[in-house]
Structure formats: structure tokens, C-alpha cells
T-cell receptor, first 112, second 115 residues
Framework: AQSVAQPEDQVNVAEGNPLTVKCTYS??????LFWYVQYPNRGLQFLLKYITGDNLVKGSYGFEAEFNKSQTSFHLKKPSALVSDSALYFCAVRSNDYKLSFGAGTTVTVRA | NAGVTQTPKFQVLKTGQSMTLQCAQDMNHEYMSWYRQDPGMGLRLIHYSVGAGITDQGEVPNGYNVSRSTTEDFPLRLLSAAPSQTSVYFC??????????????FGQGTRLTVV
């Protein structure tokens, strides 16, 4: 069985400060890892993915994530957060069978 | 390019009523799936399909049926609505592995309330 853990329900940061949202995973076989963002009353928007190759992947809106195989982690980062980054963030994992497993989500609040 | 389209966006049902949530994609993706989103629980997989004519159960299938008669459409049927099915439902499609993309594309969701 595969699973994702997002240990923080909420992350609060000041605008301009670095933002980190944590994610650890468990999966059989090679992991395909994803981050999605959800704004209020909207669907899920894809941010970035790790499939293979470089451990540091860059995505939309200045976000990046670091894949760490030994720690089975895929933390989302942004060097300088914006108020508009306030949203609900989901980490997800799948393997070759297409089925995605999601974490419970982390609510990010960026204060001006 | 519309992507994944879900209808309706909002629905209120009485306990015991049945209804179908519609999902259509125009990207020729093989894999389609339905999730429900509940506070603090992330998204949980209800049913999925790896191609026309093939469906299977996910993590929380009870009370729901699906069919996949075409590549484009993947409707979700609530057989006899219960208050526990109050949730936000998302349909997603994913391209086949050989198409070079791995991420799922999501519809805008259907907010269902069962009273």
C-alpha cells in the first residue's frame, strides 16, 4: 500500500520569508511524486512533479521541491513567499499503476 | 481545450435519492478516476478506470457505481444518497505512461450536500 504524510496541518509565514511544506511518502517501486495547490472553491492545480533525474525540481509560480530517497521525503519550498501563495497544498504519490494517494493537505497562510 | 469538465458544480439531494455526476475529458487520456475531498482527509479514491470498458474500486467505493463506455466520459452514480456522502467530488484524468506526462488533470469539482 502507498501513503503520504503531511505532518503540518497549517504553515504560517510572513511575506518575503522562505516557505516550506513537508511531505513524506511510502510506495512500492519507483515513486512518482506531485504537488498540487487548491485555492478556495477551486479544483486542484498541478505545481510540480518528480519522476526521475535531478532531485531538485522546479515548478510553477517559483515553487521547487527536493526529492530525498533515503528520507522518503519530497518537501515543497519557495524562497520568498507571497500573500497570493495562501492556499491548501497537497502532496501525492503514485507508482506505475496510476492510482494517486494524497496527503491530508497543508493550509498555508502568508501574512502581509 | 476544455480539459476535464464536471457537471453539476453544486447539488443538494435528499437522503435516498439517486443522481449521476458527469465527467468528460477531451485529452484522450486512458486513465480516469473519481475522488472525494473531506476536511482533514485529503482526497480519497472512489473508483477508477484504465480504459473504456474497464473499471475498478478504489479506497472508498461503497455507495457509488461507475461505468466507462467511451474514453471521454466517466460518470459517477450515487445509488441511494446518504448524509455521509456530503463532500466535494473531483474527477481526474491521466495520460498513458507513453505520452510523456505523468500528472493528473482535475475538474473543478462538484459540491454535493445530502440532507
Amino acid at each position: 500500500a502507498q501513503s503520504v504524510a503531511q505532518p503540518e496541518d497549517q504553515v504560517n509565514v510572513a511575506e518575503g520569508n522562505p516557505l516550506t511544506v513537508k511531505c513524506t511518502y511510502s510506495v512500492s517501486g519507483n515513486p512518482y511524486l506531485f504537488w498540487y495547490v487548491q485555492y478556495p472553491n477551486r479544483g486542484l492545480q498541478f505545481l510540480l512533479k518528480y519522476i526521475t533525474g535531478d532531485n531538485l525540481v522546479k515548478g510553477s509560480y517559483g515553487f521547487e521541491a527536493e526529492f530525498n530517497k533515503s528520507q522518503t521525503s519530497f518537501h515543497l519550498k519557495k524562497p520568498s513567499a507571497l500573500v497570493s501563495d495562501s492556499a491548501l497544498y497537497f502532496c501525492a504519490v503514485r507508482s506505475n499503476d496510476y492510482k494517486l494517494s494524497f496527503g491530508a493537505g497543508t493550509t498555508v497562510t502568508v501574512r502581509a | 481545450n476544455a480539459g476535464v469538465t464536471q457537471t453539476p458544480k453544486f447539488q443538494v439531494l435528499k437522503t435516498g435519492q439517486s443522481m449521476t455526476l458527469q465527467c468528460a475529458q477531451d485529452m484522450n487520456h486512458e486513465y480516469m478516476s473519481w475522488y472525494r475531498q473531506d476536511p482533514g482527509m485529503g482526497l480519497r479514491l472512489i473508483h477508477y478506470s484504465v480504459g473504456a470498458g474497464i473499471t475498478d474500486q478504489g479506497e472508498v467505493p461503497n455507495g457509488y457505481n461507475v461505468s466507462r463506455s467511451t474514453t471521454e466520459d466517466f460518470p459517477l452514480r450515487l445509488l441511494s444518497a446518504a448524509p455521509s456522502q456530503t463532500s466535494v467530488y473531483f474527477c481526474a484524468s491521466t495520460p498513458a505512461m507513453g505520452q510523456g506526462m505523468f500528472e493528473a488533470f482535475f475538474g473543478q469539482g462538484t459540491r454535493l450536500t445530502v440532507v
